[in-house]
């Protein structure tokens, strides 16, 4: 995974990461489990991914730099990269999806809140199917 930087050596952090779907779905990962690699390695500040989650002041839809998606989730949280591409951290579920679509540069529209209706219908504790 590699994470363009400024010429003064500076990572940009909002934008420039390039990464497969996997280096992504580790990234939510890390998340997940609170700053913490598979291994027990402390790579974020303790408190950092709480941080990442809670709403700003003034837009309940955003984190320090994170989406979130109240009405769905009051936990989610979320990267949005360049067409589409998303990385949903779902803290209550312990799950992570990350969604890699390319669609044409012409296609803007992507109902978001559809898709996690479906994602979090798929985890419904209650299920009517017979076993």
Known sequence: ???EHQPNGH??????????????ARFGLLHQRGGVWIDGTRILPEGWTEYSA????????????????????????Y???FRNQNVFIFPDQELVIARFA????????????????????????NSTRAD
Do not use: Q
């Open 1 to 3: 995974m590699y994470i």
């Open 11 to 24: 990572f940009l952090g909002g934008a420039y990461g390039y990464g497969t779907a996997r280096d992504w």
């Open 54 to 77: 809670t709403p700003t002041h003034t837009n309940e839809g955003y984190a320090a730099h994170f989406w979130r998606s109240p009405g769905h989730d009051p936990k989610l949280y």
């Open 79 to 81: 990267s949005s990269g």
């Open 102 to 125: 390319m669609p044409p540069l012409a296609y803007v529209f992507w109902d978001t809140g559809a898709f996690l209706d479906d994602m979090l219908a798929c985890l419904t504790t």
